[in-house]
C-alpha cells in the first residue's frame, strides 16, 4: 500500500500501564494515578444526574451541538458561531492541522510542549519548526524569528504542558501584533481554569481583536470530564466556518453534550477544585524548597520537578510503590517527572514515597 511517507515513521500514542495492570504487577493494593493531569476530585454531582436520564441510545447527536453551543456562548458572552466543538480539544487540533497544514508550508511551536501539534503536523506533511523553551516558559521572540510567509499556523501553549508557565498579558498580545495575519495562532489553555496570576490575560475577548487567533479549552481537566471526550475551540465566525468543513458532523456524542451542560453550570465546584489545586502545589512546592530540588513554579494541576537522576529512575520507583507519574523521558525532560496535583492526601502519601527515594539514594552517595 502506498502510505504517507511520514506516517511509517510515527509510533501510536504510548498509553501509560493502566492501574489494574500495576496492581498486578507489583502486587498493590492502591494505586494513586497522577499521570494525566486529572481532577482528583471527579466532577460535579450535576453531571452524574444529567447523564443518568439519558435513554435515547439509538439517536444520533446533535452535531451542531446547539443546547452546549448556546450554554458556552452565554458562558463566555461570544456569538454561537463563534465556536467548535471536538471530540476533546484534541480533536480540534487535528481539525486544524488538516485544514491548513500541508507540504510545503511549516508551523511554528514550542518545545517541549503538548505533542499533538507535532505529530498531527507530520501527518499532514508540513515543515516543523520547533523553538526550545527558555526556563520552561515559550520563547515568544525566537517563535516570531521562525515565522515567515510559509508559517499556516502557530502554537502557543499557556498555561505549558508539561511545565506549567503561563504567558503574561503585555507579552501575549506584543506577540500577537507581531504575527502575520495569514498565520493563525492557536492559543491551547487546557488549564485555563486553573490560572492564578494576575498579569493573565483575557483570551476570548483578544479574539475580537485578533481575527487571526483561536483559543482552546476543555472540560477534560478542571471540569472532570476526560473519559466524554469534549473541547472547543473560540474565534472569530470567519475561523470557525473555515474548520467546520475539516470537523466529523457527529463528533460529540449526546452524552459528552449534556456532562458538558451540566458542568458548565457548577462553577462552585470549578473554584473549589482551582482553590484545592493551590494548596496542593503549595505541599510540592514546600517539599522541593526542603529539598533544593529545582521546579517550575505551575499555573496548572501538575508540577515538573528535576530531581537531578534520570526521570525513569524516580518513576519507577513511585511506580513500585502504587504511584503513577510521567516520566521526563518522554516529556523532554530527562531528569524530571511531572506529578498531577491529587487531593490533599495523595499529595502527602507522593511526597511521602519522594523523601523516602531521596533519603536512600542519599545514603547510596
Ligand atoms: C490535556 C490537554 C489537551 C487535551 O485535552 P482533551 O480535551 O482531553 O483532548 C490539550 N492540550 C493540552 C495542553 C493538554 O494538556
Redesign the pocket.
Known sequence: MRWKDQILKLTPYQPGKSTDEVKKQYQLERIVKLAS?ENPSGCSNKVKEAVQNMAKYAIYPDGYATNLRNALSEFLKVKPEQLIF?N????I?LIIARALLRPGYNTVMATPT?P?YRHNAIIEGAEIREVPLINGEHDLDGMLNAIDEKTNVVWV?SPN?PTGAYISESKLIAFLQEVPKETLVVL?E??YEYVVAQDYYNSIRLTENFDNLIV?R????IYGL?SF???YGVSNANVIRALEPAREPFNVNSFAQVAAIAALGDQEFVQACSEQNRKGLEQFYTFCHDHNLSYTPSQGNFILIDFNVEGNEVFQYLLERGYIVRSGNALGFPTSVRITVGSEEENTGIIGVLKQFLTEKAALS
Request: with cysteine.
Open positions: 493531569n471536538g476533546g480539544s484534541d480533536e487540533i503538548f499533538q501553549c504542558n491551547d487546557a488549564y482552546l476543555t472540560f477534560s481537566k476526560a471526550r469534549v473541547g
